[in-house]
C-alpha cells in the first residue's frame, strides 16, 4: 500500500514539475524585454534561449514519464473510476494505433496551420536575406513564451518557425486529440455492438477533433493569413498569437470530453445503477 502511495506521488510530482518548469522558463526569459539587446549581450541571450529550450524538453521529458506511470497505474488497479476506463480503453494494439496515427496526423496539420512547418511556394527565402540552408535562434523580443523563436530553412520554400508556446500546443493538443479519437473509436464500437451509449456519448470526441480548424478559418476568413498579406515570409507575432488563442481556449474542452465519453461507456458496460467510483 505504502509502495503504491509513492508511485502516486511521484507521477504527480514528476507533471506539476514539468509544467512549473515550462510556465517559469517562459517567464524569466519574458524579463529580457527590458534588455538593451546590443552585439555584446548577444551572446548572454543567446546562451539563455538555448537554455529555455533544454528546460523545455526535459520538462516534457518529466511529463511523459509522468503520463506513462499514471497509465501504468491506473492499468494496474483495473477498476470501474473514470481514470481507469480511460485507460484501459487505449490498452490494446488497436487504440494505440489509432491514438498514434491521430496524434501524428493532427500534429503535422497543426504544424501547417501554426507556422511552425513553412512551406511558401510563392516565396523565396533568399529575397530576404536568408542563405539556404539556415538556422538561427531569434533571441529577442515578444510576449512570454513567444521567445526565443527558432528559425531555419533547408531550402527556398521549406523551413520551421518554432515559437515555443505553439510547439508547447502542438505537443498538448495532438496528445489530447489523439486520445479523443481513441475513445469516440470505443464508443462507435460499442454501439455497434448494441450497447446503449446515447448519440451524444458515440459523437461527442469528434466535435473537438480539429481545433486548428477554428483559427484557421477565422484566419482566412479575414485576410489574416501569412499568405494573404503577400509580403510575410512567415506568420507575423499578431497572426500567431490569434491562432494560439483559439487553440488555447479548446483545451479544456480536450480535456474534458475524454471523461464524458468515459463516464458513458461505464453506464454502458455497468447499468446506469453502477456507482461511481473515485476517479
Known amino acids: 500500500m505504502e509502495k503504491q502511495a509513492t508511485m502516486h ?82 490498452n490494446n494494439k488497436r487504440a494505440k494505433q489509432i491514438f498514434v496515427a491521430s496524434a501524428i496526423g493532427y500534429g503535422i496539420f497543426f504544424a501547417f496551420a501554426s507556422g511552425i512547418i513553412l512551406y511558401k511556394p510563392e516565396l523565396n527565402a533568399t529575397d530576404y536575406g536568408f542563405p539556404v540552408p539556415h538556422a538561427e535562434i531569434a533571441s529577442c523580443c515578444d510576449l512570454p513564451g513567444y521567445m526565443p523563436m527558432i528559425l531555419a530553412f533547408f531550402t527556398e520554400h521549406v523551413g520551421l518557425q518554432i515559437i515555443p508556446l505553439n510547439f508547447v500546443l502542438l505537443i498538448v493538443v495532438s496528445f489530447l486529440v489523439g486520445l479523443n479519437f481513441t475513445i469516440s473509436s470505443k464508443t462507435f464500437t460499442m454501439s455497434r455492438k448494441g450497447k446503449s451509449l446515447g448519440t451524444f456519448g458515440a459523437i461527442t470526441g469528434l466535435f473537438v477533433g480539429c481545433p486548428t480548424c477554428a483559427g484557421t478559418a477565422f484566419t482566412m476568413l479575414f485576410g489574416l493569413g501569412a499568405g494573404a498579406t503577400g509580403v510575410t515570409l512567415f506568420l507575423t507575432s499578431y497572426e500567431a498569437q490569434l491562432q494560439t488563442i483559439f487553440i488555447a481556449i479548446s483545451i479544456p474542452i480536450l480535456l474534458l470530453t475524454p471523461f464524458i465519453m468515459a463516464r458513458n461507456i461505464r453506464k454502458a458496460s455497468l447499468g446506469n445503477c453502477a456507482i461511481d467510483s473515485k476517479q
Do not use: C, Q
Request: proline share 2%; net charge positive.
Open 9 to 90: 506521488r511521484s507521477y504527480r510530482a514528476l507533471i506539476i514539475v514539468g509544467l512549473v518548469a515550462i510556465a517559469v522558463s517562459f517567464l524569466v526569459y519574458a524579463r529580457n524585454d527590458a534588455v538593451s539587446v546590443t552585439p555584446a549581450a548577444m551572446p548572454a541571450l543567446e546562451r539563455l534561449a538555448i537554455s529555455t529550450y533544454v528546460i523545455l524538453f526535459m520538462s516534457f521529458g518529466a511529463i511523459g514519464w509522468g503520463l506513462y506511470r499514471f497509465y501504468k497505474i491506473k492499468i494496474a488497479d483495473n477498476n470501474n473510476s473514470i481514470s481507469s476506463i480511460i485507460a484501459n480503453t487505449i
